[in-house]
């Protein structure tokens, strides 16, 4: 018969088998002792949270999640900062009609952008309306191909206000206002979609003289 193992609360010795004392709805544990190397391991892990813990709650030498991302989001806003002005500086209502919007490529970059971030508000043929069956719903945007600029009709104009979003005193059209899209789009896209609407309406921009 074989020898039954001994009885106790936990193993001691490398290769010892202890049935532990603890029994529970018939149900008996089996006890050995844990290897050094997987103790090690685990009382080292212990150790390295406690220290990690200590280090980057208490200390300030890491930074939190929180803090990274706010930094990154600092230096987008800076780099769209930097983008923006270096744009600004070399355009103007004549360039944008007279060289943007002159460049095949550059106003179907900017008609690119529209379809993709300004149709489902203004339409994609600038109507602002939708049909639906035989009925002509209107959308939240206003018609751009009205000759009706609300904050101004200069290419410079449209610029700011693709980038800004509608003007704090808007009330907006039918209580909805445009937001900001510098926040989303660079300089760049900005100004092709500016280009873009500028060949799509040259009669509205024929009065702006080349530099």
Known sequence: MSQEPKRGHFAKEK??????????????????KLPNWWLF??????????????L??????????????KDEIIAVHALKAAELEKTLATLND????????????????????YLANCSACHAADLSATMVAGTVTVPLPGLA???????FGGKPMDIFKLINDG?????????GAKMQAWG????????AEVTAYLIAKLPEDFKDIAPN
């Open 15 to 32: 290769g010892e088998i202890i049935l532990r004392e603890h029994e529970y709805d018939g149900i008996q544990e089996y006890d050995q």
């Open 41 to 54: 391991t685990f009382y080292g892990a212990i150790v390295w949270f406690v220290v990690y813990w200590v």
């Open 56 to 69: 980057y709650y208490h200390t300030g030498m890491f930074k939190t999640d929180h803090q990274l991302v």
């Open 94 to 113: 004549s360039t944008l009609v007279h060289e943007w919007a002159t460049k095949p490529e550059v106003v179907a970059a900017g008609e690119a952008t």
């Open 144 to 150: 751009l191909n009205d000759k009706v600029w609300k």
């Open 166 to 174: 509608s003007p704090p005193e808007s009330t907006g059209h039918n």
């Open 183 to 190: 926040q989303t789009l660079s300089p760049k896209q900005i």
